[in-house]
């Protein structure tokens, strides 16, 4: 007979033993940013926005890379073995949520460096004429823009849904563990996406139309957070002691207020007036719901480190 005492310390049950700080918070939110832009300025290209030169689906791209490029600097930051990060490219693990997000995130910057190209700023054009020769000819070939466009959408919306993944995966991590956090993390980016764009677009059709849109992503984020509650609740005792959290523990101000009340319930009440042309299109909703998005990957981030299962002693008899 053999005993092997098992803890949470140990790193065969827990996976998530190294402490996330503020960086994998920062990460998760600015992945899932990129990936609504993504998804935005992909939709923008294949409904032959592009024609429009105040489209923001030329401006997105840009933004989306110096974000990201914040972002992957954050996860390296918190990386424990930052020498060895060159080795998520040299294998594929099927069932490694990292080794999928290392890969997808490989092929972001490409797209979006693509995305870039398709108009060159007016400013820039003469400075760099092999980027502009090569945007003509993009222009040139109309299958190739709408490859583009298709690239975007797919790749931006496997970067949202991995972000969730990602947490998820983690079954050590009670608060983590739920099957609709992907869908969640996906909506959420959609939602500040449509809110940035919402927030510097040029077009007024077009800022109409994308605060139309983020009124949809925040009431689906409504009813996620809803049913995400309901499942928890309805769910194993560890579930529930992990919800609790947001139901009465510490971190209940901070989510009810800042991420539903202000990040959610007012900018859409907000943008429900401007959109019905009761009032003007100011910057406060958008503000707001980046601002709550920010927030709540924070609390969910140190929810899942601040739950956990109980200690356990498993008698191995071989």
């Known amino acids: 007979m053999h005993e092997l005492v098992i803890t949470r310390n140990n790193p065969l049950i827990d996976p998530a033993i190294h402490i996330w700080g503020w960086e994998i918070a920062v990460y998760l939110f ?11 300025s992909g939709y923008f290209i294949l409904t032959g926005r592009t024609k429009n030169t105040k489209c923001s689906c030329f401006l997105v791209p840009i933004v989306a890379i110096f974000l990201l490029s914040i972002g992957m600097l954050a996860l390296f930051l918190d990386l424990s073995y930052k020498e060895h990060f060159w080795r998520m490219y040299v294998t594929f693990q099927w069932w490694s949520p990292m080794s999928w997000g290392a890969w997808i995130l490989f092929l972001v910057y490409p797209i979006l460096i693509a995305n870039a190209l398709i108009r060159i700023p007016d400013e820039i054009k003469g400075k760099l004429k092999l980027l502009t ?20 959408m797919i790749v931006g919306g496997l970067l ?45 059709e077009e800022r109409r139309m994308l605060a139309k ?33 947001i139901l009465g523990g510490e971190y209940t101000a901070t989510f009810w207020i800042f991420v539903v009340f202000i990040g959610i319930v007012i900018p859409l009440f907000i943008q429900l007036l ?16 980046i601002t709550g998005g920010l ?24």
């Open 160 to 204: 949202g849904t991995y972000t969730g993944i990602l947490l998820s995966s983690f079954v050590a991590r009670p608060a983590w563990n739920n099957s609709m956090l992907w869908i969640l993390f996906l909506v959420s980016g959609l939602s500040t996406a449509a809110a940035f764009v919402h927030l510097v677009g040029r077009d007024a």
């Open 30 to 40: 600015l992945g899932g940013f990129v990936a609504g832009m993504m998804m935005i």
């Open 274 to 289: 401007a959109v019905n042309l009761k009032i003007r299109h100011t910057p406060v909703a958008p503000i707001l719901v």
């Open 133 to 152: 020769n090569f945007s003509e000819k993009l222009n040139k070939r109309p299958f190739l823009i709408k490859i583009i466009g298709s690239a975007s």
């Open 213 to 245: 849109a983020d009124n949809g992503f925040l009431v689906a984020e409504l009813i996620i957070i809803c049913l995400i509650l309901i499942g928890f609740l309805t769910s194993s005792k560890v579930h529930i002691q992990a919800v609790n959290l």
């Open 295 to 318: 927030i709540l990957r924070f609390i969910i981030v140190s929810m899942g480190q601040n739950s956990q299962w109980n200690t356990a002693i498993y008698d191995i008899i071989k």
